[in-house]
């Protein structure tokens, strides 16, 4: 049993690699543009709602789409070569994020639990903390624009 379990994590793994090798440079800065602009969007939504009237069931739809979007393994679409060229737009990622290994990990996974935090939050209905755990994951993401991110506006 445990042989075909291994086997079966083998193959996935293995498809998978194909895939993340097959993805056009062009598609990858769209996915990611996309994936992007759906964040931005949800951060907008739950920023409303943490300034003005406080909406729980509104801030927990923004704050689950991060959460999906920062978990669904966006990493794979920093392929070689897609800190140049075009999706929707110019790639505005620095080739730094290629080769700062250590560094854009730490960010990542910084973000990835910060969204986790979020989620978790806002579930509570509690908009204060709310408030917190959104500035944190904010800060997050700043982290990454500051360092990597061109034309940082």
């Not at 769209?30 to 943490?50: C, D, E, F, L, P």
């Amino acid at each position: 049993m445990k042989s075909k379990i291994l086997l079966a994590l083998l193959a996935t793994a293995t498809l998978a690699a194909g895939a993340h090798a097959q993805v056009k440079v062009e598609d990858a800065i769209k996915w990611r543009q996309s994936a992007y602009a759906t964040m931005g969007w949800s951060m907008g939504r739950i920023k409303a709602n943490v300034d003005g009237t406080y909406n729980k069931d509104e801030v927990v739809k923004a704050a689950n789409v991060i959460q999906a979007i920062a978990n669904s393994g966006m990493g794979a679409l920093y392929v070689p070569g897609s800190d140049k060229g075009k999706g929707w737009a110019e790639t505005r990622v620095k080739p730094e994020l290629f080769t700062d290994g250590p560094k854009v990990g730490k960010i990542a996974g910084d973000f990835n639990q910060a969204a986790n935090e979020l989620a978790k939050v806002a579930a509570t209905g509690d908009a204060a903390a709310v408030k917190t755990a959104f500035g944190k994951l904010g800060g997050t993401c700043k982290a990454c624009h500051d360092d990597y991110r061109k034309d940082n506006k």
